[in-house]
């Protein structure tokens, strides 16, 4: 069980907000605005939003994941690992479409499909005083890295 309490630290954050027609250059400037390199040598978990294989703002566009590959790489990310779970299709079938594994063979990360998880690759998360009572689970991939963007 994982707490559910977040610490000081998570609380506290900084937005940049770019207007661009170029996502490549959008998200290295919004980085560079935001001057923090939280994925130094830490395990990084990638979490896009696969809703679909339909184009932005749908899906998280192919643009913008690259940028942040290549932003994460440069900033010495040690691992880095892109997953989700589609909530209108199967999310292999929406990963392929868009090219994720062939984007994560060029940039070598890896990739993982949270529908293809077994029980033990969920952990069971309580978080008292919410309205889920029986609690509900947290991919273990994301639990386990020390960096999520």
């Not at 610490?7 to 923090?36: C, K, N, W, Y």
């Not at 005083?129 to 994301?142: K, T, V």
């Amino acid at each position: 069980m994982i707490p559910a309490t977040p610490t000081p630290e998570s609380l506290v954050g900084r937005v940049a907000l770019i207007r661009t027609t170029d996502r490549l250059q959008g998200v290295r400037r919004g980085l560079d605005l935001l001057d923090i390199n939280p994925v130094e040598g830490r395990t990084v978990f990638l979490k896009p939003n696969f809703n679909s294989a339909d184009p932005a703002p749908g899906s998280t566009h192919t643009d913008t994941l690259r940028a942040l590959v290549e932003r994460l790489w440069e900033m010495g990310a040690g691992r880095i690992t892109l997953g989700d779970r589609s909530g209108m299709g199967d999310t292999r079938a929406v990963m392929q479409t868009k090219g994720i594994f062939d984007l994560a063979s060029e940039l070598g990360f890896e990739t993982i499909v949270f529908d293809e998880l077994g029980a033990e690759g969920w952990v069971p998360a309580d978080v008292p005083g919410s309205h889920w009572r029986r609690g509900f689970s947290l991919a273990r991939p994301c639990v386990e890295a020390q960096a999520i963007v």
